[in-house]
């Protein structure tokens, strides 16, 4: 498998740390968001994945972009260690704290949202990410256990974790959120959770490197 990522995406965070759980080597090809204007609008990553984002990656003769879409895919080629739970109620609570940070919170604050924002990218991004925060805490309050869905690590804290280092980034005050807080630490002290963070990648640059 190849994977093209960039160290700080979330999106590419959310991958690594799957293949890194199932145990699946793979190449790392850096795709430089910033770097000569977006190396990821070159005409050869275009034929790649027209959407122009990361990740992508090339597995079984196949190229998959769109990040969910990429786990799910390894979760029914590479069953274990499972990514979703086998009772269906805890699934359908799983794929729903994955949408809601997927769909409701990550693509409002990425990059090619914030470079419309201007001056106000910064407190766009602390309002996209406090609103989703708040609803998040109060789903978690009803389905956590040590992780977001019981005690088992799901596709639910792939998504998790990444969504809480662009708080970080962003300066939200993370004090009203302790449920996110304590799952967040919980799952970082994972090893796969620790190998795929954006310190520790090929193209993190050198004064962010852990």
């Given at each position: 498998p190849v994977l093209y990522s960039y160290f700080r995406s979330s999106c590419s965070w959310?991958?690594?740390?799957?293949l890194a759980l199932k145990g699946i080597s793979y190449d790392l090809v850096p795709v430089n968001l910033i770097k000569d204007?977006?190396?990821?609008?070159?005409?050869?990553?275009?034929?790649?994945?027209?959407?122009?984002?990361?990740?992508?990656?090339k597995i079984d003769g196949i190229t998959l972009s769109q990040s969910l879409a990429i786990i799910n895919y390894l979760e029914e080629t590479h069953p274990n260690p499972r990514l979703l739970p086998q009772d269906p109620k805890k699934r359908a609570q799983v794929r729903m704290i994955a949408d809601h940070i997927a769909s409701g919170i990550q693509p409002l604050q990425n990059l090619s949202v914030l470079k419309q924002m201007g001056e106000k990218k910064m407190e766009w991004a602390q309002n996209c990410i406090t609103s989703g925060f708040q609803a998040l805490e109060q789903i978690l309050q009803h389905t956590a256990g040590r992780y977001c869905v019981g005690d088992e690590v799901s596709m639910a804290d792939l998504c998790l974790v990444p969504q809480v280092a662009n708080a970080e980034r962003f300066k939200v005050d993370m004090s009203p959120y302790?449920?996110?807080?304590?799952?967040?630490?919980?799952?970082?002290?994972?090893?796969?959770?620790?190998i795929s963070h954006p310190s520790r990648q090929p193209d993190t640059p050198a004064e962010l490197r852990a």
């Open positions: 959310r991958v690594r740390i799957a204007g977006g190396q990821q609008f070159s005409a050869e990553f275009k034929a790649l994945n027209p959407m122009q984002q990361v990740p992508a990656l302790p449920t996110i807080t304590r799952i967040n630490k919980a799952l970082l002290e994972l090893e796969a959770f620790k």
